[in-house]
């Protein structure tokens, strides 16, 4: 098919039927182009490059349970890749290159991997009295004591919250920031003496899609969702990030 602007009409009936001399500029039946004539004779041929509208992306179902997901596409990806945030949301990244029907293929080949993985992810807890909070491996259970003095502390298998009942939430967790903070910032420098480097700053974040990270700079980043995991995995992403501040790179073996 072609396309024409007003002064090329006229030369619509003598190049469209030309497809030899088409054919040999590299006109392909099918496709759309733009034609650029003048006295009779074609200028130049140019192929037009429409953007495709993704295709609709089912739902990712997990053992009878609907995981987020979403789609990235990386244009200097070199293959797919399958990540998996603190939050349980499933992100598949293409390369410019690859099709999204290729890649739910790829997705679907690797379910088994995604529902183990998952499953390792505590779900979204709410820091409501009589909930069981993981801490550190250990279950506590959120009480409202609002006629004890204090703020937030662990007594027995309970943690405590004194204080009016609308201010249990955000108490519990602050709580948890302070105490993840005292708790990396504590087992980094450890970590930092036996490697003998200088941890400059430790900043507790919101972060969604990773557990830790290292700054060019030196300042390691770690997510307050460490303190809900078993003390072992704290432990190995803790000491993951402070090895880079020695080796700058991906492929530090802790």
Not at 47 to 69: A, M, N, T
């Amino acid at each position: 098919s072609c396309i024409w602007g007003p002064e090329h009409r006229a030369f619509s009936r003598y190049f469209c039927s030309r497809t030899v001399c088409l054919g040999a500029c590299g006109w392909r039946p099918g496709e759309t182009y733009c034609i650029l004539a003048r006295g009779g004779c074609l200028l130049s041929l140019t192929l037009l490059k429409f953007k495709s509208r993704s295709e609709p992306v089912p739902p990712l179902i997990i053992g009878g349970e609907e995981i987020p997901f979403q789609i990235k596409r990386v244009p200097n990806a070199k293959r797919m890749k399958l990540r998996i945030s603190a939050t349980r949301e499933v992100t598949l990244v293409l390369p410019k290159n690859i099709s999204v029907k290729k890649g739910l293929a790829f997705l679907d080949k690797e379910k088994p991997w995604i529902a183990k993985q998952v499953l390792k992810i505590q779900r979204p807890i709410a820091f409501e009295a009589g909930t069981l909070i993981p801490i550190l491996g250990k279950n506590y259970q959120i009480c409202h004591v609002p006629d004890r003095r204090g703020l937030v502390w662990i007594e027995g298998e309970n943690l405590l919250v004194a204080g009016p009942a609308e201010h249990v939430s955000r108490r519990v967790k602050d709580w948890v920031l302070r105490e993840v903070k005292s708790v990396i910032s504590s087992k980094a420098r450890v970590y930092a003496e036996e490697i003998q480097v200088d941890v400059k700053r430790i900043a507790i974040k919101d972060q969604k899609s990773r557990w830790g990270s290292c700054s060019s700079r030196g300042n390691l980043n770690f997510s307050w969702r460490l303190f809900l995991m078993p003390e072992t995995i704290l432990d190995y992403v803790v000491a993951h990030e402070v090895a880079h501040l020695k080796h700058m790179n991906q492929n530090v073996m802790t």
